[in-house]
């Protein structure tokens, strides 16, 4: 049961292009949205994150929206760059048994054409 | 920056053997996380530690046990190898709610 669905499991982009990766969740008690970038051979690194008292949240290129009624929250690359050509994971966190929890979704593969 | 650090890069094991992954955060970091990444299911947790001698069974613990005797290291621990714990390992720490940092992964193979 996956409790954090993303979509699409890849992607082409043309550079300067806009990447859009989208993501849903059913349970209300997730708290904390994070997206996070992984290089090949390399471990994945936090991108950008969101809370869901805020609908949207922009640093650089990378903007999260968020539709807490919808369950669902996206990630935004604006002017894709062939250097953006990497594995995204949405993530979400709630605190559950006494600690915190997070789940990933299941990857999208970026690529940007140059 | 937090640096985790995973003592191998690839691995290769034969079935039935057991297999000591490694790994070691230099930021005096409380809870770290042991997880395993395969092709379209994401990653998926494997154990957690909140602190030393401390463990939680995360989604996936069958097969794998776990030993954190000091703060810095994680290990996790394949008792009995099997090929469908072929996969990559990647190890995480965490300081009380802020961003998890990854280390670079082991990429474990089983023959």
């Known amino acids: 049961q996956q409790q954090v669905k993303q979509s699409p499991q890849s992607l082409i982009v043309q550079k300067g292009g806009i990447s859009i990766i989208n993501c849903a969740y059913e349970n209300t008690a997730f708290d904390y949205f994070p997206w996070y970038q992984q290089f090949p051979g390399k471990g994945p690194a936090l991108l950008i994150a969101?809370?869901?008292?805020?609908s949207e949240k922009k640093e650089g290129r990378f903007t999260i929206s968020f539709n807490k009624s919808a369950k669902q929250f996206s990630l935004h690359i604006m002017d894709s760059q062939p250097g953006d050509s990497a594995t995204y994971f949405c993530?979400?966190?709630?605190?559950?048994?006494?600690?915190?929890?997070?789940?990933f979704g299941a990857g999208t593969r970026l690529a940007v054409h140059p | 920056d937090v640096k985790v650090t995973q003592s191998s890069r690839y691995l290769v094991k034969r079935t039935g053997e057991k297999v000591f992954l490694e790994c070691v955060q230099d930021m005096d970091h409380e809870n770290m996380f042991w997880y395993r990444q395969d092709p379209g299911l994401g990653l998926r947790l494997i154990y957690f530690?909140?602190?030393?001698?401390?463990?939680e069974k995360g989604d996936i613990p069958e097969g794998y046990s776990v030993s954190r005797e000091k703060k810095e290291r994680f290990s996790l621990i394949l008792e009995s190898a099997s090929t469908n714990q072929t996969s990559m390992y990647l190890c995480?720490?965490?300081?009380?709610?802020?961003?998890?940092?990854f280390g670079s992964g082991t990429r474990l193979t089983v023959v």
């Open positions: 969101i809370r869901p008292d805020v």
């Open positions: 995480a720490s965490r300081y009380r709610g802020r961003g998890y940092t």
């Open positions: 530690s909140y602190d030393v001698k401390m463990k």
């Open positions: 993530a979400a966190s709630m605190f559950s048994g006494g600690y915190n929890k997070l789940i």
